[in-house]
């Protein structure tokens, strides 16, 4: 039976063990969503295999299955229920456990999903240990889940399993409020970790090998820790900048996402001077229209973000720069657009991520009028796909001819190995094995059929 707290989280009644459980139960994971999710994912496995659950891939059957949710992805609910089906079919009898983004946003609803044993929210989603401790086997889905304003906590984490590259999350939440999104809904207010525990972090990331930190965040650029006695901010994310690059063993940073309002001139002109910083930034847009803008509660408008692009050109001239791009939201009209169009196709951008707008429950935007039919939306988002391919091509072809300091990994696809450029272009050599987690120099040659750019070696910097 379930029993709701005082706080308004439905739980067991049970209390917490404060030392390790120990458990020799299979258990095997899959992540929807965002690199941040992917790093809780991370997160949460090792504390489980800390306590003695056995790690194993999803086909293999596993005895209880963790999947971590997303709620910015279109169709959450389907994609939720395609998991389950898929680990059921692996093992009809697993214990299958619902967390992350959607599962604080609908706890009830993926409780009534047919093989669910227990949903996790935003608060419980680290504390699994002790939960699964009491699901012994199926039945009714136990839910535990708090009102997001409950949500104050911040837990770090970090990517695991491939070693050259670890996304670290230093930021979770968000304070925005943005008419399409459900984010603070699913995260809470925005928070973030000390800069002593982010420096941690890091140095123990380096003493594992790793080349490459990817910073991560819901909303990166307001990193920082308020301090309510004094009423100031303690840190900031030029301030978090400064101190990772001072670092004397400082392996490749990149910045993750970071809005254009909260992406200063001094964070721009702080990453141009940088060796460990890579020339790389991802900049929300959504609307290139001032109007839509307006309508998304976005906190700039089209000039701001073009002063960020053009001044970030001027700096670095080579920088890579990513957008997302949300097209149908409720008000675009063809002019609208248009409009974005035509703005993104004259922007020195590299590459979108384009998302067609979806309605949400319990989000502002889902009682606009104005609603573009959903053929229209996909149409637009078609339309802005094939444009980022072109800008995509063009920013490669701009770089063929030049040197760049080249991060090799360690997949191995029809012989081939891949890597990316310290300005992010995605790179292909034969597969070498003693070049995994490598940085090399590497002359850029050609654009091959596939879109991917041919290199030569030149030398091997850091083995």
Known sequence: MLIANPSGSVSLGFHYFCFPVTSNRTIAFHTL?????????????????QAGYNKIDFDEGAEIYLINTCSVTENADRECRAVVNKALHANPEALIVVTGCFAQLKPEAIAAIPGVDMVL????????????????????????????GDVNSFVGSRSSGERTRVFLKVQDGCDYSCTFCTIPLARGASRSNPL????????EIIRSGAKEIVLTGINLGDYGIFDPVKGVRESSFLELVTELDNLPEAPRFRISSIEPNLLSNRIIEKVSESVS????FHIP???GSDTILKLMKRRYLSGLYSERVQYIKSKMPHACIGADVITGFPGETDEEFLTTYNFISGLPVSYLHVFTYSERDNTPAIDFKDSVPVSKRKERTRMLRNLSVKKLRG??????GSTRTVLFESDNKSGFMHGFTDNYVKVKV??????VNTLVACRLEEIDESGEVLVSINEIITA
Not at 127 to 142: C, E, M, S
Not at 196 to 203: G, L, P, S
Not at 277 to 280: D, G, I, K, R, V
């Open 121 to 148: 929210g935003a608060n419980e989603k680290f504390n699994v240990v002790a939960h699964l401790t009491h699901l012994k086997q199926k039945g009714p889905a136990h839910v535990h889940a708090c009102e997001i």
């Open 196 to 203: 002593n525990k982010v420096i941690e972090d890091v140095r």
């Open 395 to 400: 920013f490669y072809g701009s770089q063929i």
């Open 277 to 280: 910083f890579m020339p790389h």
């Open 285 to 287: 847009l959504q609307s």
């Open 33 to 49: 969503g965002c690199k941040l999710n992917f790093a809780e994912t991370s997160t949460i496995g090792k504390t489980l295999t």
């Open 430 to 435: 034969p597969y070498d094995a003693g070049l």
